[in-house]
């Protein structure tokens, strides 16, 4: 996602640093003890359940919230007390696509510039985006995807060191997700940090560089989308039907479903594939279909989840 | 200074925005001369009866819609067009930039002066065109332009201090048009509240601003006597609409 220089020159510092935030919402308790830190020019996704706090923490990284306790850094700025200071450095794409529906896109973006000290070129952030051809449309003539575009421009315009997406491609068809991810990837390129909070594993698998599993109001999981919930450790399964012939051996006959496919856990899958295809070649019986299935992010998300509702 | 610049350069696009929304824009021109050609149709051949003076139905009429015309642009226009943009999320988005909260309203409170004083000019050429209503000059001019602007000034912060009520932007017209409704009528803007009309409705028309307003903008018109005190009445609930909307306003929808 971001370029080896840029990483290398970059990651040693840190663009986001909260320690200990809590905040409650009367009885309710959104965040209870959080922890985050985020390197400058890395793309960072915060999965998580709905209710699981996810929205406050950002509301309070945003400056929208104040926090109870804790602390909070922002380009080391404390958002809660300074956060005009903080407005200038930071692009937010809210949820809702939110613009006056009666100006253009072009109007849109030349009002937003105009609150910035050092706004992005209205040509470069309609290519950035992808709008070009609807500069002149008004707002509420564009469609879900443009209009969601558009906010993503809207967050560029004060070219930002920080940006929060909140959800960003919700509702959007698998093209239209397809082109958002790739505006995602082109702002890490150009060395921004993105915050990034979504339902989709494919979504964090795509984009993140570094993923953050929030539950109950704390943070359960961080790693690489490859390596969360040691998924790279965990057992993997290997799948396959038997042609005709005997059955294989004591160890390698796994378990057999409803469509004949036999399943083997396996946590040694080099070992395992090459004791069974051995097996197979010796015998002349075929492995049809063979495939090795490791947990998806989305298996290891939903794992850690339940552990977090069982403890609840 | 470069508070005043970004809410004049807001202003510009708060204007666009007002005139690409032709039902809005339509009915907050086309009302009050719509209901002054209906009142004066209807009751405009006599003469109405103002303490020790009387003035021509018609008169009465232009005065109480240019009164009118000012108090849809500035409260209802403004409650509704700012409970709309906060229900959208777009009041939110705006909060998140460096553009401030000052300038933001200063655009908007300048914006409805602008539409309210094309609708009075508006009002008062129609009146004086069609029905010889006199328009106001020299210390009257004066007077009467002190009291459209504290007028102005109040009523955009009444409609402000209006949208903490406004629970979302579909009940907007409901609401506000409870607000203001009932009290036009109580205030004597559509019906003339004459030397017999009762003494709680004359109260009602005492205590809310409305009336005194209505009264200021008459004097300009119709020659009426002019009291600072209408003045005084319309300021104060200005400032407190003006404290309410500073401690409650919210940038938010209510959700």
């Known amino acids: ?159 930002p060191e920080l940006l929060f997406l909140d959800e960003p491609t919700t509702g959007f068809d698998p093209s239209a997700r397809h082109e958002a991810w790739g505006v995602v990837k082109s702002l890490a390129r150009l060395g921004k940090t993105v915050i990034l909070t979504t339902h989709y594993m494919d979504e964090a698998q795509n984009l993140a560089d570094r993923v953050a599993v929030v539950a109950g109001g704390r943070v359960v999981a961080l790693g690489t989308p490859d390596t969360l919930g040691a998924r790279d450790v965990a057992t993997a399964e290997i799948r396959f039907r038997l042609g005709e012939g005997p059955r294989p051996p004591e160890g390698l006959d796994g378990e057999t479903d409803a469509s004949g496919y036999v399943h083997l856990s396996s946590l040694d899958v080099t070992q395992t594939l090459y004791d069974l295809t051995r097996w197979s070649l010796e015998t002349g019986v075929e492995l049809e279909g063979l495939q090795v299935l490791r947990p998806t992010l989305e298996d290891a998300y939903l794992h850690l989840i339940a552990d977090v509702e069982e403890m609840a | 200074m470069n508070a005043l610049r970004l809410a004049l350069r807001q202003l ?148 402000v201090a209006a949208t903490i009520a406004v629970p979302n932007a579909n009940a907007g017209p409901a609401v506000v048009n409870a607000m203001v409704l009932p009290l036009l009528f109580l205030s004597g803007i559509f019906i003339p509240l004459g030397n017999n009309a009762p003494t709680w409705i004359v109260w009602v028309a005492r205590i809310f601003p409305i009336r005194h307003f209505a009264l200021g903008m008459q004097s300009g018109f119709a020659g009426t006597s002019f009291q600072w005190s209408d003045v005084l009445v319309v300021g104060l609930w200005g400032l407190g609409a003006l404290v309410v909307a500073a401690r409650y306003f919210r940038f938010e929808p209510r959700r």
């Open chain 2, 12 to 159: 510009r696009y708060v204007n666009k925005a007002f005139w690409r929304n032709p039902p809005a824009a339509f009915f907050t021109f086309a009302f009050p001369l719509m209901f002054l050609v209906i009142f004066t149709s209807l009751l405009g051949h006599g003469t109405v009866q103002l303490g020790s003076r009387s003035i021509n139905v018609s008169t009465y009429y232009v005065a109480s819609m240019g009164s009118f015309s000012l108090i849809s642009a500035c409260f209802t226009n403004l409650a509704l067009s700012i409970s709309f943009q906060r229900d959208t999320d777009i009041l939110k988005r705006l909060d998140a930039t460096p553009l401030t909260r000052a300038a933001y309203f200063t655009s908007r409170v300048l914006h409805a002066l602008f539409v309210s004083i094309l609708l009075v000019v508006i009002t008062a050429a129609f009146g004086a065109a069609f029905y010889h209503a006199s328009v106001p000059s020299g210390i009257t001019l004066v007077r009467f332009l002190t009291m459209l602007l504290v007028g102005a000034a109040s009523f955009s912060a009444l409609g």
């Open chain 1, 1 to 159: 996602m971001t370029t080896p220089t840029q990483s290398a020159s970059s990651s040693t510092e840190v663009a986001i640093r909260v320690s200990g935030l809590e905040k409650s919402y009367g009885s309710v308790h959104a965040v209870r003890g959080l922890d985050l830190e985020v390197h400058r020019g890395e793309i960072f996704a915060i999965l998580g359940p709905n209710g699981a706090g996810k929205t406050t923490t950002i509301e309070i990284l945003e400056g929208y919230r104040q926090r109870d306790r804790g602390s909070v850094e922002v380009l080391g700025i404390d958002p809660g007390r300074q956060r005009q200071q903080l407005k200038a450095r930071v692009g937010i794409v809210p949820q809702q696509a939110s613009s006056d529906p009666f100006l253009t896109v072009e109007e849109t973006l030349q009002m937003y510039a105009g609150y910035y000290p050092h706004p992005k070129g209205i040509d470069e952030l309609l290519t950035v985006v992808g709008l070009q051809e609807k500069r002149t449309s008004r707002v509420q003539r564009l469609s879900g995807g443009q209009q969601r575009r558009l906010d993503v421009a809207i967050a560029l315009v004060g070219d």
